[in-house]
């Protein structure tokens, strides 16, 4: 309990406010914001990329990164993961990542030349024929019921500590065949979140995960989705809406993708084979 506390305290912080209702302006109150702050990605000393997130579990963030740039597929190609000092600003952050054959790191192939911002996320490959080429398609023949699937957003807002007080952050579920929410990062990029979540399991060596159901609280992008084939989740879920891109790979890619899930209704639009209770009349 007490690191989930300093966790939250570091994800959250109070300001005033000035709250306006029904005409009436009262005086200055206290309301809580989620914190974002640059992250500086390194690798073998080489800056790779800023990542503007939600502080905490910075590590996790930077191994999910790793592994859907194709850079590490698991812990054992990650010697060590060392948290610095940004620089002058307190507020600053840096994570340098050692790996343990360096010499096949390419520093000019993965740089990013630009700040990553909270709704975009990092650019990754440009084409699905492109992370196609990078990632095996999904070949498990995982299913999962269609009904725990809609069982899945009230299991996620229950455990959703920093959004239930600012509503500023979106979240990312793992979830079992059984439908049991097995880790959840929250985060004020949906990329963030994702990568918290994945580097955690990729840390604990639990990569593929073949037998797993990804839950997202918001949009499902291109980048979400190769996201989720680079460590070989078969079925990605979402109670927002997918792109187009993000349908295309997931039909190419051998993924299920559902999305739009509310109370008993959800879309399907690639992969309905893995979903059982969900057949086709």
Not at 98 to 113: E, I, K, N, Q, V
Not at 175 to 196: P, Q, S, T
Not at 200 to 212: K, N, T, V, Y
Request: hydrophobic share 45%; glycine share 10%; aromatic share 4%.
């Amino acid at each position: 309990m007490d690191s989930v506390c300093q966790t939250m305290r570091r994800m959250i912080r109070e300001v005033t406010i000035h709250r306006y209702s029904d005409g009436v302006m009262p005086g200055p109150g206290r309301d809580e914001v989620v914190i974002e702050e640059p992250l500086e990605i390194r690798i073998e000393g080489a800056p790779v990329a800023i990542a503007m997130r939600t502080p905490g579990q910075d590590e996790e963030l930077a191994a999910g990164w790793l592994l859907s740039e194709g850079i590490a597929a698991s812990a054992a190609e990650i010697a060590s993961i060392v948290p610095r000092p940004g620089g002058d600003d307190s507020r600053a952050a840096m994570v340098d990542v050692m790996l343990r054959d360096p010499a096949r790191f390419d520093a000019t192939r993965h740089r990013r030349s630009l700040v990553s911002n909270a709704s975009c996320g990092l650019c990754g490959a440009a084409t699905v024929d492109q992370v196609l080429r990078d990632f095996a398609k999904v070949t498990s023949q995982f299913c999962i019921g269609a009904k725990l699937l809609l069982e899945m957003p009230a299991l996620l807002t229950a455990q959703q500590g920093a959004f239930r007080r600012t509503g500023g952050v979106h979240a990312c579920g793992l979830f079992d065949a059984a439908g049991k929410l097995i880790a959840l990062r929250e985060d004020v990029g949906r990329h963030n979140a994702l990568d918290k979540l994945l580097g955690r399991a990729l840390l604990d060596g639990l990569l593929p995960l073949s037998q797993h159901v990804i839950f997202l609280s918001g949009r499902v992008s291109f980048e979400m989705m190769q996201k989720a084939l680079a460590a070989g989740v078969p079925v990605v879920a979402a109670i927002g809406a997918p792109s187009s891109l993000a349908i295309e790979l997931a039909e190419k890619s051998g993924q299920a993708l559902a999305a739009f899930i509310r109370g008993t209704t959800m879309n399907v639009y690639a992969g309905i084979e893995r979903l059982r209770g969900a057949g086709r009349p």
